[in-house]
């Protein structure tokens, strides 16, 4: 019954959006549509590879097309087969389109039929975007290498060909080799009780976007923390991670009494090398996190909270093309903050909430006006165009709760809950949203938000003047006290920050930035231990308030650089480094020796940055 609905429901969105063109994908999924994926490849350490072949199902809509396009970037295709009504595997002709530097390839299959199944053989490149390949050396054990995989936004096409675009689901499985010692996990169905003999198996019931496509093969661990929920990792952080995962089940009954029953059966995750190069990906079923959230005191498991609301939206609810990427992350921060509320209290919910507002205006001033919008109303902009990716994050969410608090949880919560039951597994669209709030929610109460401000929101740069601040009283007087420290009447031994959490040193961190002296970051770096602190989030912020304070950190940023490959953090320090005359040739020795342990996405990145200099 289950695979019915579901299958009823993939149609449904292959009908609705098929006019909808994805600027990002080769893919025609107007003509032809992936409904189940299975892949059979072989892990090769030694080679940095991926061999084998992917099967795809399809689902033909336009019965008179007569070819195939999938996405790809650096595969090496062998050959390509297609199952004949006889039942045999017949070679059909294909050709690789000229390279696009940040499409890839559209791979061309010629078909003589519109065939049920088609398989291409192929190897991935030891450049693959999508994959890192670590040495012994660079895992805790060091005893064996580790792989993991990031294909959000466009890099599943990296390691398989597919319809690259979130406007496509499909179903998958696979079978995967890989080296005795080790083992594979991959977002779908984990047998904890597996040992890989005649390969590692592996099935996903429920329709996903190829981005969510993840694999992980190393020294892993695997512990369960709850009823539905374990946590993977390296041996030798195995304890500390299920240590801090130990409420991950009172997240997700909290989420399930907001937003409806939880549809992904397990909810797993898998705390990788530190050279992974964001906070969290939302892999359904297994989620892919940072060592960096683990502060030995939960003090940073929103981040949980925040990979775990992306069973609802994003991978329930999924954007239909990454220029809709606020209706997957906007929607998640909010709910976020929904789940820390419910588990943590109205006081350390508003302080989160208050610190992402707070950052959110800030970094207007490095964003251009053009690309603060929410969405672009240009349908042939991408992602890396229309705007600046992390902004929709705390704008999205500031959009939600301003509908909300206007409106009232009463009226709100179920109308947020019925967007996510009436779409689930389903791509939409802003569009989409757009009308089924006018039809659920502003076409009966009109009052709550007009049509300029709703285009403002969605359309305008920065935030709409319209919009309330959160204000936590806490915040406001640790406001106070910082105003003092800062010209000299409090000294730095009363401040009382040895009663604080890591929100208010995170606030106080990042308020200070660019106004403390290079001699209070000393004074505050002696009386705290900031710089040998555990928290990432603390450390980051006291390091770049110290290089912008003259401040000198080296020793521990060193350290902090050659072990974390974060974007969100080694990126700023980097710039911040890169700024300061004094430190332009030390970062640049430092990043010579860290840049082989970052995943390519953060390469990437930092080498942009370097490049601007």
Known sequence: MIKKTISALVLTACLSLSAHADPLSYARYDQVRTTDLYLDLKADFSHKILSGYAELSLNWIDKSARTLVLDTNELNIAKVQVLAANGRWTAVSFMLDKLDVEKGR???????????????????????????????????SGKRPFMFSQSEEINARSWAPVQDTPAVRFTYSARIEAPSGMRVVMSAENDQQATGAGGWKFKMTQPIPSYLLAIAIGEIDVRNVGPRSA???EPQRIDAAASEMADTEKMIAAAESLYGPYRWERYDMIVLPPSFPIGGMENPRLTFVTPTMIAGDKSLVDLIAHELAHSWSGNLVTNASWKHFWLNEGFTTYVTTRIVEKLYGEEVAEMNLQVEQEEA??????????????????????????????????????????????????????FLRGWFDQHAFQSATTGEFVDYLKKNLLDAHPEIMSQSELDEWLYGPGIPATAKHAASPRLAALDALRTTWLKGETPTADLPAKNWIALEWMHFLNDIDGKASAAQMQELDQTFGLGKTGNNEIAYRFFLASVHAGYNVREPLNKFLMSVGRQKFVVPLYTALLKNPNEKDWAKGVYAKARSHYHPVTQTSVDKAFKKQ
């Open 361 to 414: 205006m800030a970094s207007l001033a490095h964003i251009t006006p053009a690309k603060q919008a929410l969405v672009s109303r240009d349908p042939d902009t991408s992602s890396a165009t229309y705007t600046d990716g992390g902004l929709v994050y705390p704008k999205g969410a500031w959009l939600l709760r301003t509908l909300e608090q206007r409106a009232g949880r009463d009226v709100f919560d179920p």
């Open 106 to 140: 559209a791979l061309r299959i010629a078909l003589p039929f519109q065939p049920q199944k088609v398989r291409v053989y192929y190897r991935t490149a030891p450049s693959a975007t999508a994959l890192q390949w670590l040495t012994p050396e660079q895992t805790m």
């Open 231 to 233: 946590v993977y990792a």
